[in-house]
């Protein structure tokens, strides 16, 4: 027996040597051959970002695989050449045209290989199967067009017009202020029409979801569904090349987990830490903390098509009833700031003139009984995975849950997976206040305002189901004239309508960390919440 033990001793221990020398070869290799790890914080819907809305999903598809016509320079809202070399506007406003970038190749994987460089055939099919009913891929995916029909875009845009190869026309119907800055969003993102074909003809036009191909900085290789997404730099890119050869997404929603992984230097970036162990980073000397004022707001969204939400006065009393500051005080723990606009204090146009509802659970209670409102039953969705905005909507829900049980409104918490949560709190006759929230895509007030509280977004985007024609032409207003003064005070009006209305129970803005390892070098955190890696690398 004792020789026994010794030589299963002797072979346990010829086993760890053996890990560890595998485990040291592989960090070398990976050291070497510079793969960044970034632990995500959910699953992405899918990978064509224009038929979806989470930052999740752009992060692992228009952030990485695809370049749109114009671009935000990382870590500002200025809009900068990208596919397109150059614009110009029409002196009416009507007709925006792009000089597109010669040269430009997309990828290829094992069911394509591209027969021809980027040009003007991919920028109107990129945009006439989001705006045509008829286009062959206006309904390829079990998706929708969420962004481009919030945002009017089907009105907008009269026609998208190649007039050479490498030249495009956008006409539009009205002119559109923030039309630029709206073609560096996501939603814009520019897909490979020849690719398009040779699906469609392979009988899979699902794989332009499934099997992105783009023109970006890396290159798709896997996904293996909540568990892991891999990219390869393109090395074929445009502009400057990735400094990492391979990203890995670590697909990590439990921010304590993210935190174990980064401190044992499993992944190198973490988003969306728990608040509470903020500290605890700054404090270890093998990472760094970036943080930075979100552009962004969280709220309650109740349905104004359902009773009695329909009713301004029972949101109004409900808004009473919660209890703001104990939600910054226990949910963000200090990184958040209460919310009594729509968009954020740092967003030109922010009305701060505005008094919020004040917190009086009493007088919430008389409110509601007042409009016949007693053993009220209602859901409160709450999401499942951290944002900027809301880092713990479980726990929020349930601080709501007592708030309102303390008005005589009874709480039921329910939640869906990421994707799910977001598809079904879409629907008009929606059961339900639902817990969501919204980073800026780029830094125009109408992104906020327009897309989640106008009536184009009412079944999509407008979680509220609210529709206000007072509200809804101050912001069509506001779209057509070019003097921010003058539009600014169109959007201070929108914002008081807002607030006497209450579709939304406003909660929170909230700062942005961002957790990473030491040896992490080159990046920035963007204001309007996209996780980028072009410019990443890593120290040896």
Not at 138 to 147: D, M
């Amino acid at each position: 027996m004792t020789v026994s033990n010794n030589l299963r001793e002797s072979i346990m221990r010829l086993r760890t040597i053996l890990a560890s020398g595998v485990a040291t070869l592989a960090l070398s290799f990976a050291a070497q051959a510079q793969t960044l790890v970034y632990c995500s914080e959910g699953s992405p819907e899918g990978f064509d970002p224009a038929l979806f809305t989470a930052g999740t999903t752009f992060d692992a598809s228009s952030h990485t695989v695809y370049n749109q016509l114009v671009e935000f320079k990382t870590g500002t809202t200025e809009v900068v050449p990208g596919l397109a070399e150059s614009y110009e506007v029409s002196d009416d406003g009507l007709t925006v045209t792009f000089k597109l970038r010669p040269g430009v190749k997309f990828h290829s994987n094992d069911q394509f290989t591209p027969t021809r460089d980027f040009n003007a055939d991919d920028v109107v099919f990129s945009f006439d199967r989001q705006r045509l009913d008829d286009h062959p891929f206006h309904n390829a995916s079990s998706g929708s067009w969420e962004y481009f029909e919030s945002m009017s875009m089907p009105t907008l845009i009269s026609s998208v017009e190649k007039i050479d190869d490498l030249t495009v026309a956008f006409n539009l119907s009205r002119p559109e202020a923030p039309f630029l800055a709206n073609m560096a969003m996501d939603f814009a993102s520019i897909l490979s029409a020849e690719y398009a074909d040779a699906m469609a003809a392979a009988g899979t036009p699902e794989m332009l979801n499934q099997a992105p191909i783009g023109t970006g900085p890396f290159t798709f290789q896997a996904y293996q569904k909540d568990a892991v997404i891999r990219f390869l730099r393109n090395d074929n890119y445009w502009s400057d090349p990735a400094k990492v050869e391979t990203l890995v997404f670590a697909i990590t929603p439990d921010a304590s987990v993210r935190y174990q992984k980064l401190q044992a230097g499993e992944c190198h970036i973490m988003p969306y830490p728990a608040p509470a162990d903020v500290q605890a980073m700054k404090d270890n000397p093998d990472l760094n903390v970036m943080e930075q004022e979100g552009l962004n707001v969280g709220y309650l969204a109740y349905n104004a098509k359902v009773a009695p939400f329909d009713n301004r006065n029972v949101r109004k009393a409900l808004n009473m009833a919660i209890d703001k500051q104990a939600i910054i005080d226990v949910v963000f723990q200090g990184s958040g700031q209460i919310a009594k606009n729509p968009i954020p204090p740092t967003m030109w146009s922010y009305n701060n003139a505005i008094e919020d509802d004040p917190y009086d659970p009493e007088a919430a209670k008389a409110a509601l009984e007042a409009e016949g409102v007693t053993d009220l039953n209602m859901k409160i969705w709450a999401m499942p995975v951290q944002r900027p905005y809301n880092p713990n909507a479980r726990r929020m829900a349930e601080l709501m849950q007592e708030d309102f049980a303390q008005v005589g409104v009874n709480v039921e918490i329910v939640s869906y997976e990421w994707g799910e949560y977001l598809d079904r709190s879409k629907a008009e006759d929606r059961d339900g206040a639902v817990l969501l929230g919204w980073t800026g895509d780029n830094g125009d007030p109408d992104n906020f305002l327009g897309v989640l509280l106008g009536c184009d977004g009412v079944g999509s985007a407008n979680r509220a189901q609210w529709c206000n024609e007072e509200f809804d032409g101050l912001l069509t207003k506001a779209r057509q004239l070019s003097d921010q003064a003058e539009r600014t005070k169109l959007y201070e009006q929108a914002q008081v309508i807002f607030k006497d209305q209450a579709p939304w129970a406003t909660i929170a803005h909230s700062v942005v960390f961002m957790p990473m390892r030491k040896e992490v070098e080159g990046y920035v955190v963007h204001p309007l919440g996209g996780h980028i890696f072009d410019d990443v690398s890593l120290a040896e």
